[in-house]
């Protein structure tokens, strides 16, 4: 059909006009000076004005809602180029913003909108009105967001401990990793909290996997709960959590650490009628440039974890403190 000529006659196009008033697409002329020429039967029904209303009327002073300065700029290159232009949904969600009728997705608030610009020459072939095409993409628009949407939901899923809701730990170490990265170009220093259930076996052993999962979960909330937005928590594996504290040297992070065992030891624990009660031993390294990659950093996190374990447990162990290490 010669609408999706490069050019097309204006007076061509009028006899086009009875066909075009049937397609499900909306169709706007306008002048040079934007004033509407023809209204079709689609934005009629989507816009419950009438043809009569809008007839040499400014589109802009019509519809003030419009983005005036952006879309006349892509009006006049138009104009001003002989060629096409494209406006699709992505770019902007709609043009006009029409109630969505579309009965698959009947749940979106307006409807999705791709925009065709296009020159219509007169007979002198001199490009003196511009076609506005527009297409309803909103059946297209909702199932690309809804598989974005699933596809969002999959990868959190995939980097999620699915008991704890943390992080799991093949997440969580990229997330250190890539915080060592960091560490050797800026400098800026970041530390470890590694903690560990104290005698967590006999609450499995004598109370069943049920209970021991109702500790971890208790945990990891309270974990969750000390945390600042910037850390980054994760289950490192069983009964063990790894914290990355960001931007935070060793001392910094042992203030946490000791506020975050002294809340542990204080929780109120139930299951089955039930009171458990669990304290954690924690170790703490900061990153430093004797480390040769993340994996030091997690291992003397670890040293440092299992120092609290040895002397007493229910403790907080800084790596560097740690004498002969």
Request: charged share 25%.
């Amino acid at each position: 059909m010669k609408l999706y000529d490069q050019n097309i006659s204006i007076d061509e196009f009028h006899w086009q006009l009875g066909l075009l008033q049937t397609l499900d697409v909306g169709l706007i002329v306008l002048d040079h000076e934007f004033n509407i020429q023809l209204w079709n039967s689609f934005m009629v029904n989507h816009s419950g004005i009438s043809d009569s209303k809008v007839r040499n009327k400014s589109l802009f002073d019509t519809f003030p809602e419009l983005p005036a300065t952006w879309l006349k700029r892509k009006l006049n290159s138009v104009f001003l180029l002989n060629n096409r232009a494209f406006i699709t949904w992505e770019e902007r969600p709609y043009l006009f913003r029409f109630k969505s009728y579309r009965p698959i997705t009947g749940r979106a608030d307006f409807m999705y909108q791709n925009i065709t610009l296009i020159p219509l020459a007169s007979p002198s072939g001199k490009v003196e009105h511009l076609g506005i095409l527009i297409y309803d993409m909103t059946d297209a628009a909702i199932s690309r967001l809804d598989l974005q949407q699933a596809n969002a939901e999959l990868s959190q899923l995939s980097r999620t401990d699915r008991l704890t809701k943390l992080n799991n730990r093949g997440y969580w170490e990229e997330c250190v990793k890539h915080e060592f990265e960091r560490y050797v170009r800026t400098q800026v220093p970041s530390s470890l909290v590694m903690l560990d259930i104290d005698h967590f076996k006999p609450i499995n052993d004598t109370m069943g996997h049920l209970a021991g999962d109702e500790v971890i979960r208790k945990l990891a909330s309270e974990i969750s709960h000390h945390a600042r937005a910037t850390d980054i928590a994760g289950r490192y594996g069983g009964e063990e959590f790894g914290i990355l504290l960001v931007n935070t040297p060793a001392a910094n992070a042992e203030v946490f650490a000791e506020r975050l065992r002294a809340a542990v030891e204080g929780l109120d624990i139930r299951y089955d009628n039930q009171r458990i009660d669990i304290t954690v031993s924690i170790g703490i390294a900061e990153v430093d440039n004797l480390q040769d990659d993340y994996h030091r950093w997690i291992e003397q996190t670890d040293q440092a974890l299992y120092f609290s374990k040895e002397h007493g447990r229910n403790l907080v162990t800084v790596f560097s403190n740690i004498p002969d290490k």
